[in-house]
């Protein structure tokens, strides 16, 4: 199957930092990656999650999306751990995470921290940190 040509992208608004509610749409395992870390080739799963910010539109009506790719990690201080726990509002307990099942997190809401990063002349817009939602608080 051909492909379209790609129209000259790149050129959108990047959601605006701060603290946004969102809902998990999409959670998609890429597979197992060679990756570099400590100037070390290092084989790893990982994960890409992605939300939709429910109450920030971009300028043609439609609301932001984020991603952010995770290693499929459990220890304590992956990334991926702490974002859960965070998200969940309380710490996993190492029997509860072995259970877990990550797909589970689709559909549900929580809060964003979003931070701009530059590179070169472009803004990014990257999650920082994920939490639970405010008691009481639907998105």
Known sequence: MKLPRPADGGNYDPCPPGNH???????????????EFSGEAKIQRKIRISWEISQERMGD??????????????????????????????RFSEEDFEKFDIKALIGKGCMLNVVHNESGDKIYANVDAVAALPKGMTV
């Open 21 to 35: 509610l969102a809902i998990c749409y999409s959670v998609v395992d890429m597979g197992t990656q060679t990756a």
């Open 61 to 90: 009506g439609r609301p932001f999306s984020l991603s952010r790719t995770y290693t499929l990690s459990g220890h304590e201080k992956s990334t991926l751990r702490k974002h859960l726990d965070s998200w969940r509002g309380r």
